[in-house]
C-alpha cells in the first residue's frame, strides 16, 4: 500500500480521499482540538481509514519527522485557507496563519514522491496572483529556503533566478495548479477548491488532473428534459416548480441539441439527504442517525439566502451564520429554509454516514465548512495514485533489465 502523511488534517475530508484512493496515512496533524477530537473518536470507534493512522495534535512545525521514511509516497493537506477567503479578511501571506512555506519545509525534508495541497478559491484572486506564483515556485524548488529576514518577494525573484540557470539545486518537483468544483464530481455541493500537485523531478510524471464526471446540463437534462430526476425523486407536476432564474434558454439548448454529453448529472440537496428521516426537534439524534439533529433559528436576509432543495448545495461556510454566495440552510419546496443537520452538511461534503463529528452543531459546522469534499479529493488522489504505481512499476522494469 502507498504511504502518506496528512498535515493540516481538519477533520479529516482530505485523509478521507487519500484513504479511499489507496494511500495509508501514517500521520495526521492538526492543531484544533475539535478535529483531532473526530478525528480520534472515528478512529476509536475503528473507522477502517484511520487505523494505522497516527493522530498528532499540534503544530505541523513542531513535530519531529525523524519516524517518517524519506522518499515516502505522498505528503498531503490543506494549509489553513483563512488568509485567502473571500469569507475572510484576505490578508494573504501576512496573516500568521498562512503555513505555505511550513508545508515546503516539510516537503524538503521527506522528499516525498509527490504533494498534494488543497486550498479555496480566493487563493487565485488577482490579488494574489504574484503570491500564488511564489507558492507554486516555493514547492517547486522546497530546499531553497528564504534567508534570514528575506520578504517572499525577493525570494520568489531569486527562484524564478534558479528555475532557469543549470546546476544541482537540489530536489525539484513539477507542479500543476487547476480550480475545481466539487459538483463536477459528484458532490451536492458547488464548491470550488484549487489543488496544487506536484511530482518529484525524478518519477519522470506525465500527469494530468482527472477530467469532470458530472455536469449541470445533465441535470438539467433530467429535470426539464426527460423528467428522471422528479420520478426518481417521486415528486408530483405540481411540486416540482419552475425551471431556475436564468435557465430557460440553456434548457431549451439542451432539449434542442436531443444528446446526452456522457457524463452523469450534477447532484441536488433533495439526492444529497435522500434516505434521512427528518431531524428531531428535541436536540437528539435522529432514529440512532449520528449528528442528526435539528438546530433552530435559521432566517434568511438580504444576500443570505439558502440552498434550493433541487439543486447542489452553495458552498458550505466554517460558522453558524450564512456569508454572500455559501451559508448554511436549505429551502424547502414550501419556499420555508432550515439549517442544515450537521448529517445533511456531512452528506453535502460526501463525508460517509459512518463517520462521526464531534462537538457542539457550530463546531461540526465549522470543521465541516473547512473541509475538502471526500470525492473530490478521492478524485484527485486516485489519479496521483495511479501514476506513483505506474512509475514504480517502469522503474522496476528498468531495473530487471538492467540486471
Known amino acids: ?18 484513504g479511499m484512493a489507496g494511500f495509508q496515512a501514517l500521520a495526521a496533524l492538526e492543531w484544533n482540538q475539535w478535529a483531532c477530537d473526530t478525528l480520534e473518536e472515528n478512529q476509536m470507534a475503528g473507522y477502517p481509514l484511520l487505523e494505522g493512522t497516527r493522530i498528532v495534535r499540534g503544530d505541523v512545525r513542531a513535530f519531529d519527522y525523524k519516524g517518517i521514511p524519506e522518499g515516502l509516497d505522498l505528503v498531503s493537506g490543506g494549509p489553513p485557507c483563512q488568509p485567502f477567503s473571500i469569507g475572510g479578511k484576505g490578508r494573504g501571506f501576512s496573516d500568521d496563519r498562512d503555513m505555505f512555506n511550513a508545508f515546503a519545509e516539510i516537503v524538503a525534508r521527506i522528499k516525498p514522491r509527490a504533494f498534494i495541497i ?33 520578504e517572499w518577494p525577493h525570494h520568489l525573484r531569486r527562484l524564478e533566478r534558479e528555475l532557469t540557470s543549470t546546476g544541482n539545486k537540489g530536489v525539484r518537483y513539477n507542479v500543476s495548479r487547476r480550480l475545481y468544483n466539487a459538483a463536477d464530481f459528484g458532490a451536492p455541493q458547488k464548491r470550488e477548491r484549487v489543488f496544487i500537485v506536484g511530482f518529484r523531478a525524478d518519477q519522470n510524471a506525465h500527469w494530468a488532473f482527472p477530467e469532470p464526471t458530472h455536469s449541470l446540463d445533465a441535470l438539467l437534462r433530467d429535470q426539464w428534459v426527460t423528467g428522471e430526476y422528479w420520478e426518481r425523486h417521486k415528486v408530483s407536476s405540481r411540486d416540482k416548480g419552475a425551471i431556475p432564474s436564468g435557465m430557460a434558454s440553456r434548457v431549451e439548448r439542451i432539449r ?18 435522500v434516505g434521512l428521516p427528518q431531524p428531531r426537534q428535541d436536540g437528539r439524534d435522529t432514529d440512532g442517525t449520528w449528528n442528526h439533529r435539528f438546530q433552530p433559528g435559521a432566517r434568511p436576509y438580504p444576500g443570505h439566502t439558502g ?7 452553495k458552498a458550505l461556510k466554517a460558522g453558524d451564520h ?51 469534499p471526500v470525492i473530490l479529493a ?26
Open 307 to 313: 440552498s434550493p432543495i433541487d439543486q447542489p448545495s
Open 256 to 273: 434542442r441539441a436531443n444528446h446526452v454529453d456522457g457524463m452523469a448529472p450534477w447532484r441536488t440537496v433533495r439526492d444529497g439527504i
Open 118 to 150: 488543497e486550498n479555496v478559491k480566493g487563493l487565485t484572486r488577482a490579488a494574489f496572483a504574484n503570491y500564488l506564483q511564489y507558492i507554486e515556485h516555493r514547492m517547486a524548488m522546497p530546499e531553497i529556503a528564504p534567508k534570514p529576514g528575506e
Open 322 to 372: 450564512g456569508v454572500p454566495g455559501g451559508e448554511n440552510m436549505m429551502v424547502l419546496p414550501d419556499g420555508s429554509c432550515r439549517y442544515f443537520t450537521p448529517r445533511e452538511a456531512a452528506r453535502m461534503q460526501t463525508f460517509p454516514d459512518g463517520y462521526v463529528l464531534h462537538g457542539a452543531w457550530s463546531e461540526i459546522m465549522r470543521q465541516l465548512g473547512n473541509a475538502v
Open 1 to 18: 500500500m502507498l504511504k502518506s502523511i496528512e498535515l493540516f488534517a481538519g477533520a479529516g475530508g482530505l485523509a478521507l480521499g487519500t
Open 378 to 403: 478521492q478524485a484527485v488522489a486516485s489519479s496521483v495514485a495511479q501514476q506513483l504505481v505506474q512509475a514504480s512499476m517502469i522503474a522496476q522494469a528498468k531495473r530487471m533489465r538492467l540486471h
